[in-house]
């Protein structure tokens, strides 16, 4: 306990260095047949420090559904009578109005509906109440509005992602809303941080540090900073993953010879071997009900994806195209399979369709690695580099919606993206 407890004064004194640099996103692909959508400035939007709609039209836009369009400055608000003739006549099919309204103590009420153009109908709204530094928040819960609402699908902009960035000897683990905003470094070291993995709750983060001049897996709590080394045995401790209901991790150990996948309580007790095998098991990934572990073997001759009862039992090959598929990630559907595979040289971020065994590419390589679904299944995040540089790339599950995320002079890698935040 005592090598944690001076760890953790040194990851202390470290994270008062630099604030941590922000993500900047590129669009690099849009998607097909996107929704035409107005966002009207909000009508008392100027007394914040950054307008509501700019952060809703950018979320929406980014996520390759939207098409926004520029409306100009309109004398509008969520009670507005709407002229539906003039908003069809510029194209929309839908039509976001809203206004801010001061309340006591410097708090402002958010009011705003959601409009169907063609219908001429409303489809909801919301009245929010915040404090000014909750504005980007807030806005981002308007944007999941939106995107639910015209697409049937839960949108994922008020959620967070986790990501390592290496600036010269400097490692940071950082969090971040999901559009690269407010980031924040969680540890920061000198040595390697890697394989970052949220909590089903989203209130811990496990990954593995190097700190102490060999691979430790802590579940840190990023709420109170406090953190635990759960899995400090002789030899490798390596990529953690959490059970579904946060009760029980997965590691990989090398403490009894070989590298081999164990399950544990989340706070390192309980320990047991998943299976008996010589071969080298690693990269475990739970499913989302439960009932399987996904890993990476050689157990065939070369690296393939396997899955095995949670419980312990016989593996089944899930991967046979190829000769080189790794980094399984689950949707969070059970649905599809997302892995890295290697073709020609090439790392490249796949996605299997578990019933049909259909695979697609999504990435564009040529190092993928590291892939993590949105909690809605919808989008993924991944690293990969260009001349030497890393950096995070977003694809939408069927390829079509990318962007790129990264930091000015700096590496930035092993993303994980969050759950859905707990509803309010």
Same mark, same amino acid.
């Given at each position: 306990?005592?090598? =944690?407890?001076?760890?953790?004064?040194?990851?202390?004194?470290?994270?008062?260095?630099?604030?941590?640099?922000?993500?900047?996103?590129?669009?690099?692909?849009?998607?097909?047949?996107?929704?035409?959508?107005?966002?009207?400035?909000?009508?008392?939007?100027?007394?914040?420090?950054?307008?509501?709609?700019?952060?809703?039209?950018?979320?929406?836009?980014?996520?390759?559904?939207?098409?926004?369009? /520029?409306?100009?400055?309109?004398?509008?608000?969520? +009670?507005?009578?709407?002229?539906?003739?003039?908003?069809?006549?510029?194209?929309?099919?839908?039509?976001?109005?809203?206004?801010?309204?001061?309340?006591?103590?410097?708090?402002?009420?958010?009011?705003?509906?959601?409009?169907?153009?063609?219908?001429?109908?409303?489809?909801?709204?919301?009245?929010?109440?915040?404090?000014?530094?909750?504005?980007?928040?807030?806005?981002?819960?308007?944007?999941?509005?939106?995107?639910?609402?015209?697409?049937?699908?839960?949108? =994922?902009?008020?959620?967070?992602?986790? /990501?390592?960035?290496?600036?010269?000897?400097?490692?940071?683990?950082?969090?971040?809303?999901?559009?690269?905003?407010?980031?924040?470094?969680?540890?920061?070291?000198?040595?390697?941080?890697?394989?970052?993995?949220?909590?089903?709750?989203?209130?811990?983060?496990?990954?593995?540090?190097?700190?102490?001049?060999?691979?430790?897996?802590?579940?840190?709590?990023?709420?109170?900073?406090?953190?635990?080394?759960?899995?400090?045995?002789?030899?490798?401790? *390596?990529?953690?993953?959490?059970?579904?209901?946060?009760?029980?991790?997965?590691?990989?150990?090398?403490?009894?010879?070989?590298?081999?996948?164990? =399950?544990?309580?989340?706070?390192?007790?309980? =320990?047991?071997?998943?299976?008996?095998?010589?071969?080298?098991?690693?990269?475990?990934?739970?499913?989302?009900?439960?009932?399987?572990?996904?890993?990476?073997?050689?157990?065939?001759?070369?690296?393939?994806? /396997?899955?095995?009862?949670?419980?312990?039992?016989?593996?089944?090959?899930?991967?046979?195209?190829?000769?080189?598929?790794?980094?399984?990630?689950? *949707?969070?559907?059970?649905?599809?399979?997302?892995?890295?595979?290697?073709?020609?040289?090439?790392?490249?971020?796949?996605?299997?369709?578990?019933?049909?065994?259909?695979?697609?590419?999504?990435?564009?390589?040529?190092?993928?690695?590291?892939?993590?679904? +949105?909690?809605?299944?919808?989008?993924?995040?991944?690293?990969?580099?260009?001349?030497?540089?890393?950096?995070?790339?977003?694809?939408?599950?069927?390829?079509?919606?990318?962007?790129?995320?990264?930091?000015?002079?700096?590496?930035?890698?092993?993303?994980?993206?969050?759950?859905?935040?707990?509803?309010?």
């Amino acid at each position: 306990m005592l090598h =944690v407890l001076r760890a953790l004064a040194l990851a202390l004194v470290l994270a008062a260095g630099p604030a941590a640099a922000q993500l900047s996103i590129e669009i690099t692909g849009g998607g097909a047949n996107q929704i035409p959508i107005a966002v009207v400035p909000f009508a008392g939007e100027g007394a914040l420090a950054q307008p509501l709609t700019d952060v809703i039209d950018a979320d929406l836009r980014a996520s390759g559904r939207f098409r926004t369009l /520029y409306t100009g400055p309109q004398n509008l608000n969520e +009670a507005s009578p709407i002229d539906f003739a003039t908003w069809r006549g510029r194209n929309a099919d839908a039509l976001v109005v809203g206004g801010v309204y001061p309340l006591p103590n410097g708090r402002y009420e958010v009011r705003f509906r959601l409009y169907d153009v063609p219908k001429q109908v409303s489809l909801g709204g919301l009245a929010l109440a915040m404090s000014p530094q909750q504005a980007r928040a807030t806005a981002h819960r308007i944007a999941d509005f939106v995107y639910e609402k015209l697409t049937g699908d839960r949108g =994922v902009f008020s959620t967070r992602i986790a /990501y390592v960035v290496k600036s010269g000897p400097r490692y940071e683990l950082q969090i971040a809303d999901a559009d690269g905003q407010n980031p924040q470094a969680a540890l920061v070291s000198r040595e390697p941080i890697i394989s970052p993995a949220w909590s089903p709750d989203g209130n811990r983060i496990a990954y593995v540090s190097f700190e102490n001049k060999k691979p430790v897996v802590y579940v840190h709590n990023l709420a109170t900073g406090q953190r635990q080394a759960v899995a400090n045995f002789k030899g490798s401790n *390596s990529a953690p993953a959490w059970s579904p209901d946060g009760r029980l991790l997965a590691v990989v150990l090398s403490r009894d010879g070989g590298t081999q996948i164990f =399950v544990m309580n989340a706070d390192g007790s309980g =320990v047991r071997r998943l299976m008996s095998t010589s071969a080298i098991d690693t990269e475990p990934q739970f499913s989302p009900d439960g009932q399987f572990v996904y890993f990476t073997s050689d157990r065939g001759g070369s690296p393939q994806i /396997y899955r095995v009862p949670a419980a312990g039992g016989d593996a089944q090959r899930v991967t046979f195209e190829g000769t080189y598929n790794v980094s399984p990630r689950l *949707s969070p559907d059970g649905r599809q399979l997302a892995f890295i595979r290697r073709d020609g040289g090439r790392f490249q971020l796949a996605v299997m369709d578990l019933a049909t065994r259909q695979t697609q590419v999504v990435g564009e390589g040529p190092r993928d690695e590291s892939p993590s679904f +949105a909690p809605n299944g919808k989008t993924l995040i991944h690293a990969t580099e260009t001349n030497g540089r890393g950096f995070l790339a977003t694809t939408s599950s069927d390829g079509r919606v990318k962007q790129r995320l990264s930091v000015p002079a700096a590496d930035v890698r092993e993303p994980a993206w969050g759950p859905f935040p707990p509803a309010n």
